[in-house]
C-alpha cells in the first residue's frame, strides 16, 4: 500500500491556480504532522508548508507565504495545498510527506509521496 499519493499538479499559467491534494493512508495520517516540499531541476528538495494534526500549526516557506495555504480534511486522511499567484519559478515536483510533527525539516518525515508536477509558463 502507498502510504500517499499526490494529485491535482500540472501545468498553469504565471498568476494562475492550483490545488494539490495529498491522499494517506490512515497509517501515516492520523496524529502526524503534514508538510509539502518541493523540489526544481538541479535544485534541493525544499519546505513548502506544513500543518500539525490539530490544525492549529501551520508553517511557510519565506518564498510563498501570502500565496499559498495549507490545511486538512482529518476523516478523509487528506492534506491540500492551495497556491495563488504562481510563478515560473514555481514549476517543480511538489511532495508531501508525513511525520510526528508538522515541521520545516524534511529529515524529520519518515513518509514521502512520489509527487506530482507543477509547471508554470510564463
Known amino acids: 500500500q502507498v502510504p500517499m499519493v499526490e494529485s491535482g499538479g500540472g501545468l498553469v499559467q504565471a498568476g494562475g491556480s492550483l490545488r494539490l491534494s495529498c491522499a494517506a493512508s490512515g497509517r501515516t495520517f492520523v496524529n502526524s504532522g503534514m508538510g509539502w516540499f518541493r523540489q526544481a531541476p538541479g535544485r534541493e528538495r525544499e519546505f513548502v508548508a506544513a500543518?500539525?494534526?490539530?490544525?492549529?500549526?501551520?508553517y511557510y516557506a519565506d518564498s510563498l507565504k501570502g500565496r499559498c495555504s495549507i490545511s486538512r480534511d482529518n476523516a478523509k486522511n487528506t492534506v491540500y495545498l492551495q497556491m495563488n499567484s504562481l510563478k515560473p519559478e514555481d514549476t517543480a515536483v511538489y511532495y508531501c510527506?508525513?511525520?510526528?510533527?508538522?515541521?520545516?525539516?524534511?529529515?524529520?518525515?519518515?513518509?514521502w509521496g512520489r509527487g506530482t508536477q507543477v509547471t508554470v509558463s510564463s
Open positions: 510527506a508525513g511525520g510526528p510533527r508538522g515541521s520545516h525539516r524534511a529529515p524529520e518525515y519518515g513518509y
Open positions: 500543518i500539525n494534526w490539530s490544525c492549529t500549526n501551520r
